[in-house]
Structures are given as C-alpha cells and as structure tokens.
C-alpha cells in the first residue's frame, strides 16, 4: 500500500456547499495530481504540482482549485459544488524524475453532490 | 480522442486462463505504464516499460511494446479470481512530464 491518504472516502453534500478533498503523503515526493474519474471511465488530470507553491491547469476544465503550501499536502476545493462535480476523485504522487513518472494513489473520495 | 485507448473495454475468462489486453497511443512516448484498479479504489502501478525496451516481465504479467505500431500489451497468464480488476495503460510522452490515461480493460476472472 502506498503511504498516500485521502479524506473523505466518501461525500455526499447539498449544492451550492464549500467542500475541500484532502490529500496527504508521507514519501516526500515533490510531485502531486488529481485526477476526475467517472465511473467505467478512463482518468482526467485536472490538477498538478512540481513542489511547494506550484500549481498547474490539467487537461481537463475544472472548476476547483487546490493549493500546495507544504510537500505532504495537496487539497482540493471547490467553492460551490454542483451536481455537474459528482464524481470520483484520485489523488497521486511521484519523486521528480526525470523520464519515469511512476505515481502512487490514493484510495480515492467519492463524491456526490445532491 | 485518447492518447491511450484500450481495447478490449472489458474481457471475461475463467480462472486458469491467459488474460491479453491491448493499449494503442498516438504520440512519442517515454514510457508505457499499466495500472490496475480495483472496484471503486485507487490505481496501483504494475509495471513500466521504456520507449528502448520491447518486453517486459514482473511475475505473471508480461508486457509487450512496439513502438512502430505505437501499441502495447499486457499479458497475466494463470489468471485468478482475484486478478479482477479494471487495467489502465498510461503513457508519458516524449517531451511531457505528465501521464495520460487510456479508457481502461475490466477484467472478469470466474472461479
């Protein structure tokens, strides 16, 4: 098992909330993801870090925001959920190496936004 | 469209049996990966394989690359009711820093 932990494994929140997904490894690794992930579907990046203080735009839109103040933690936040952000989200992890990129994930927190 | 589609979407087999799944990418890629998934949780990495390298072995699993045809397989051979799970391949193209996932193969193993 990974040491990469997310909280909640599971929400379920009424529209229009503030909700933040937690995220949190012990590898020191200096890059960090999250990715969407619909049921059966195939993963959307939609978030990325290098390190402290860098965040980056995925591939995918994404109407949450997340922030990277220290190397352990990278939490996720949407200001005002819809039923549109019900999904599946994965958090991840991997040194920076150049060239390799192998990530470890979290177990995930389903959300369901009502 | 993906940069990695794989195909089948979802396989069926009786324990004992081989299970093949294909990964077909579009761009140079540094690397393949293949990840499994279980019902609801995180992806786990099984195995890397380098644009330089052809085949790939860790245990049952055997990993195939041909870049010329920009496609992968993945092989678990003496399949297990507990190999089901959903395989994702991931490639890290050439100039990137960053993974992109295929679709997935769901495998069903029967005891």
């Known amino acids: 098992e990974a040491d990469i932990y997310q909280t909640p494994r599971y929400l379920v929140i009424g529209t229009g909330k503030k909700i933040t997904l937690e995220c949190s490894q012990t590898m020191g690794h200096d890059k960090m993801y999250w990715y969407q992930q619909d049921p059966g579907m195939e993963l959307h990046l939609i978030h990325y870090?290098?390190?402290?203080?860098?965040?980056e735009k995925g591939d995918l839109s994404s109407e949450s925001t997340v922030s990277r103040i220290r190397t352990e933690h990278f939490p996720l936040t949407l200001e005002s959920a819809r039923p549109s952000h019900t999904s599946q989200y994965l958090c991840a992890s991997s040194e920076y190496i150049a060239n390799y990129n192998e990530q470890f994930f979290g177990p995930g927190t389903r959300l369901t936004v009502l | 469209s993906q940069q990695g589609e794989e195909d089948p979407q979802a396989l069926s087999i009786q324990e004992g049996e081989n299970a093949t799944m294909n990964c077909s990418y579009k761009t140079s890629i540094n690397n393949l990966q293949w990840y499994r998934q279980n019902s609801g949780r995180g992806l786990v990495h099984l195995i890397l394989i380098r644009s330089n390298e052809r085949e790939k072995h860790s245990g049952r699993l055997r990993v195939t690359l041909d870049t010329s045809k920009k496609s992968s397989s993945l092989l678990i051979t003496a399949s297990r009711a507990a190999d089901t799970a959903s395989y994702f391949c991931?490639?890290?193209?050439?100039?990137?820093?960053?993974?992109?996932f295929g679709g997935g193969t769901r495998v069903l193993v029967k005891p």
């Open positions: 870090s290098y390190g402290v203080n860098s965040t």
């Open positions: 991931a490639t890290l193209e050439a100039a990137g820093n960053k993974l992109t």
